[in-house]
């Protein structure tokens, strides 16, 4: 599918969709509980049905209604030879191999060849310090083997999905363990989340030190509320505002320990100067503030080398997207600097690089100039309503 755009002015109010961060950790939660539980401000993007599919599959009872979701927990993990289907949600694929290594039997977790490509190496390397089966191909990877209640030490740059992972894990066991994260730790926020959403369920989790998590029996207890808005999604529509437009987002806690809620104070910057911004906490703001640093007065982005292992190398297809505005990224060592840039468009169709966060942040970049995006589909990932909320809010944007 092929987005056009001509130059416009957006204005409104809008709502930010629910957070798919949260969502994935407390719909875990819930079939862990082993309680019915009512989730309601569900976004039903593509991540989010990759999750569900798997809980399923697993053994728990799904019902939908609306926005709304029930899990009834009664039969979770006690599917006989459970085949997940993760789609392309790196977050389903690693938040759920732990709990995979618990059943005791053969499980198979599939998905898209490039999530497959992303990296495994933690959950490769404990499967194999163990003798626990871990076969990889380039679709699909098949574990087996008996989780136990440990000390596991995980390196903290890299992703904190493997630390969510061992925590649901760990919770699952219901014994005393806890995880050691070797220094630097990014990325942190994330992992804050998953405290949270696991205390919810009366999950005794809880940080004894900087770097150590530690997870103690306890009983857990079903919990039922609402999904709060997103901080990463809502970066794409206040970024607007950046460029001429008056939108007001709203949906938003702002005692969220969302990471990315970060995007307000970065914007500022970004509109004030031409500031040094790190992003090892906030991956997925990436794009967006690429494309606003290069529209306004330039930056340099420090923490960018995870950006390689996103659904694209997202450093490297915002150059050759803005490369084809006349513009460009100038990489370094875990850096990427973003001149201030005269874009223009001069006919070439860009690429969304099958990337959602691609897609959403030249979306932003052509409402200002004008031009044509092919792959727009991918918003599907975690925004689904992506070009509609746009076009409630006076863009000028047709959909082929």
Same mark, same amino acid.
């Given at each position: 599918m092929n987005a056009k755009f001509k130059s416009c002015h957006l204005k409104g109010n809008i709502d930010a969709p629910p957070s798919k961060s949260m969502a994935h950790r407390y719909l875990i939660g819930a079939a862990l509980s082993g309680e019915d539980c009512t989730l309601s401000g569900v976004d039903f993007n593509e991540d989010i049905l990759a999750t569900l599919d798997c809980l399923q599959a697993l053994g728990a009872e799904v019902i939908v209604d609306g926005d709304t979701v029930t899990i009834h927990p009664k039969n979770f993990m006690k599917a006989h030879s459970p085949v997940l289907e993760c789609r392309e949600s790196g977050s389903t694929l690693r938040f759920l191999i732990p /709990?995979? /290594?618990?059943?005791?039997r053969e499980v198979v977790l599939k998905g898209s060849?490039? /999530?497959l490509e992303r990296p495994l190496s933690v959950y490769e390397e404990l499967c194999k310090e163990n003798g626990f089966l871990f076969q990889k191909?380039?679709?699909s990877v098949t574990v087996c083997g008996n989780f136990k209640s440990r000390t596991y030490q995980v390196k903290g740059d890299i992703s904190s999905q493997f630390i969510t992972g061992l925590l649901f894990a760990l919770v699952y066991r219901n014994e005393d363990a806890e995880i050691k994260i070797i220094p630097p730790f990014e990325s942190r926020s994330y992992v804050n989340l998953t405290v949270l959403a696991l205390q919810s369920f009366g999950a005794d989790v809880t940080f004894t030190d900087e770097y150590t998590i530690a997870v103690k029996p306890s009983k857990l207890h079903g919990f039922s509320g609402r999904i709060e808005g997103d901080y990463s999604n809502a970066a794409f529509l206040d970024s607007f505002n950046l460029l001429g437009s008056d939108v007001i987002v709203n949906n938003l806690r702002e005692d969220s320990l969302q990471g990315d809620r970060v995007y307000k104070e970065y914007f500022h910057k970004l509109e004030k100067g031409t500031p040094t911004l !790190?992003?090892?906490d906030c991956p997925d703001l990436g794009p967006i503030l690429f494309a606003l640093a290069a529209l306004k007065n330039g930056a340099t982005f420090t923490g960018t !080398?995870? /950006?390689?292992?996103?659904?694209s190398d997202r450093g490297m297809a915002m150059h050759e997207e803005l490369s084809k505005l006349g513009g460009g990224l100038v990489f370094g060592d875990n850096m990427i600097i973003v001149p201030k840039q005269e874009l223009t468009? !001069?006919?070439t169709v860009l690429s969304g690089h099958n990337d959602h966060r691609i897609v959403m942040a030249l979306s932003?970049?052509?409402s200002k100039i004008g031009g044509e995006l092919e792959g727009i589909?991918?918003?599907?990932?975690?925004?689904?309503?992506f070009f509609n909320d746009m076009k409630s809010l006076g863009a000028e944007v047709h959909i082929t």
């Open positions: /709990l995979a /290594l618990c059943i005791g060849t490039r /999530l191909n380039e679709n !790190d992003i090892s !080398d995870r /950006l390689k292992a996103k659904e468009y !001069d006919g932003v970049i052509l589909e991918a918003v599907r990932k975690s925004y689904p309503n």
